[in-house]
């Protein structure tokens, strides 16, 4: 028997490493413990300064930078008023934890275009959660 713990988005806040054999008709205890320390977010809201751009619906990619690799680390909507949210686990992501991330950003408009992207990676501390404040044109 594996075990995985789900938050009720779906996202896997724990994953046994090793199966348990258990016989038929035996029962069995198990102790979990998740430690807010294994959760790690990214959220901000996205603004525009000619107010001509829609801030709704569009694709915020986030990607962590290290000295080899460019690791993609998913995607996001913005809601109707430019917010967005996204969480990791030390569960799905132990390369976070282990390391400070560098953050790198990219937002796409509806038309697939990239409308921003941070020209810097941002460093930050795992098992916090980051605020951004994004400003396109």
């Known amino acids: 028997v594996y075990i995985s713990i789900m938050d009720p988005k779906?996202?896997?806040l724990y994953r046994s490493s090793r199966g348990k054999k258990v016989e038929a008709g035996k029962t069995w205890t198990v102790s979990?413990?998740?430690k807010k320390k294994s959760l790690w977010g990214v959220k901000g809201k996205v603004t525009s300064r000619s107010r001509r751009q829609q801030i709704k619906n569009?694709?915020?990619?986030?990607y962590d930078k290290d000295d080899v690799f460019t690791?993609?680390?998913g995607t996001t909507k913005t809601d109707a008023k430019g917010f967005?949210?996204?969480v990791y686990t030390s569960v799905d992501h132990p390369e976070l934890f282990e390391a400070k991330p560098q953050l790198l950003l990219r937002i796409l408009g509806a038309d697939g275009a990239v409308i921003y992207s941070s020209r810097k990676a941002m460093q930050f501390e795992a098992g916090k959660e980051e605020v951004l404040d994004i400003k396109i044109k």
Not at 58 to 62: A, G, I, K, N
């Open 10 to 12: 779906g996202r896997t």
């Open 32 to 34: 979990i413990e998740i």
């Open 58 to 62: 569009l694709t915020v990619q986030l």
């Open 71 to 73: 690791e993609s680390l």
């Open 84 to 86: 967005f949210h996204r």
